[in-house]
DNA sequence: TTGTAATCGAGACGGTACGTCCGGTCTTTGT
DNA sequence: ACAAAGACCGGACGTACCGTCTCGATTACAA
């Protein structure tokens, strides 16, 4: 079976229905939206839309795809902790917008869906490890960080952190966690006597324990 | 309105339906299991379902918070690296097992679910950050790290790469991981012109770039 | 098995209940009422209505039983046809009136359950046919009518054509009718050479087959 | 709103639905019959059923409809008593029959619901009617009975009889029912001095009053 | 007068069916 | 020859009632 001639494929219908999906999507989450919704809405038979995508959620990956290939690339200054921190400040931005929901609603999808999984890894997280890994043995060529770490879990320290608050939504990433993100990751938690003690206060800080419902939904 | 007399709440049908939804929730996950179907398990009409709880994500979390209870104290032997490391490999341990499956469920639930997100923050998130929290505050009035680090945004960056790997499915949480992690937080990035320069293969690791496609699900 | 203690039973919670299901049935027809309405507008539990009755209908047959025994007996003036003609009547204006729709409930129930078309025929039905036929045989031996017909076929001529309006909801039972039917059940339709042709308009008879849509529901 | 297109209706699935309504309403009755099992039996799903149909009523009213149309007809051999004996004894014995219960439960759903009282009357009283009415207005003409009557209540009287055995459950139609009718109704019951005093004994007839438990349900 | 036993209001329970919605497949129609 | 349109089967949704089953709290009888 697989899939009918590519070559006779209707561009008109494929562009229509994954602007559809998108807009849909960011209106009311993955979850939320139905195949006949996408259809109805991209003017579009939904045999149209299972003949080329085996789910809502491929369809939405596909649709973001195209729109988030230019947050790919890198910057290089020469300094990689300023590097980190721009590029990182970008993603906890675009973490925190509300256009991020189709993301989080693939992410949600992916935990009960290897194939999605697989697509979501292959096309938006491994790109970007890859380009982050880059930066980082590049500053490690030049001396800017240690050798003696694995990259890989280097790449998962500094933006787990942002996936952790995107996705247990507990408080919005945020460009202050950025900065102290790579505080600690510079500098190390392993006391050095010289240094001041700051105890500046944390806007970003949930309090725990203290009129919980507060927080609620 | 609300919810109707508890005290003549029947417990036996209660317990029923909380075992009937793990036990589907680990065949076949959260997303792809019916309320008709742990009414029917149980052996209890829908209504009874619908009767005390909002939906089948709030009948998992009533169900995962019973039998998680225990895990959430730290231990303390004076050590805070050595207690870290325990805690947070017996986070990474369950985070790779398959029984872990309901867990991933509710949070892809909370992606789209408000209240799911409130209640998995409340009953699962929150007790153990605040018990982190606490043993990382006591670590440092001991002076084992420095003072001047967000205890949260800490906790984040320590946890923060276990769920990465936990929801975006690159690998499982592993043993060596939270090794790493901790090394790379006590001891920071910037260079250090003393240490040696360990470059020992990781099997973790994998290998972004070369026949990518062939990870997938 | 069989009833409960009939000498502790409420008198108060029997009168509530019948009250209320004649109530219901009115507003809104027995098929459309139930019994948990009963109940609550009877401010009675469900247990005491299943106590005493087997049914909805059997409520209702109960109800109906003692609002119209008053009307079984027949006047007798000396005059048989004058007296048909002031029962049968009786009997097209309370057909004819909003507050039968129990009734004509009841005899729907009566095709789906035997149960219930035995209650009604002994309750309702029978009783009023006994009497109707006490007067036929009392009118038949004083010589008003012929003693070769049989009297239950004759009741059944009577009153068929009332019940044929009343259920197949083709025009309302009237007083226009009874006449009719005493006319043509007295004279017979056999031609008799010195009678008039009367040919006087009759404002009940709709007009089958022009403009038939019109009289719909 | 209102019905799809019509034209690309299936009618391979309104066949079965419509004898698989049929079928079920033989076995157990309008009121014991569900939607559910209709679909299920025609294989068919149930909305397939809800999107054609108004209720499993109006399904029923439409299968009756198909079966019977052939039942219309009036004889017609000059001798319009003898025609009508035909075709009332015709009826007499449909009415008697098993097959009959979809009829019965048709007219019982009127009761509660006035489109399928409309329904009813339309496309099975109505045509029947008008096609006695034509009958006898024929034999009117002919001088075969008196032109003082109304047509409409006549037919009424003909026919109500043999509805009220058939709703109210008495006794069965008979076809010696059928003759009592014609007998009265042709040669009224105004005495006529001339007659036999005939005393035949009836095996229609019930004997209310004695035993009266045997006839129950 | 006080137990004792049954009925009472209340309503949770295991169920059945409702009528709606959506997922995926199959058919018809128009271009 | 495509696709659009959309009817189709299947089956889960959440709701309404069914008739049964506890629960105390009356209530009426017997002791």
Redesign the pocket.
Known sequence: MST??EQ???E??RR?ILDAALELCRERGLAK?????I??RA??????I??WW???AAVLQEALNERVNSTIDFPYTGDLRADLHTQMSRVAEAFGSEEFAPYTGLIAAAQEDPEVAASLREHMIEPRVRACEERLRRGQEEGQIRKDFDIDTLVEILYGPLYYRLLLHTRPPSLKQVSEILDIAFSGLSPDPGRPEAGKPDPDKPEYGRAGGADGA
Do not use: L
């Open positions: 009918p001639n006779r494929r209707s008109r219908s229509a939206m139905t195949v006949e919704e259809a109805k003017g579009v038979g939904k045999q149209t299972y003949r085996g789910s809502k």
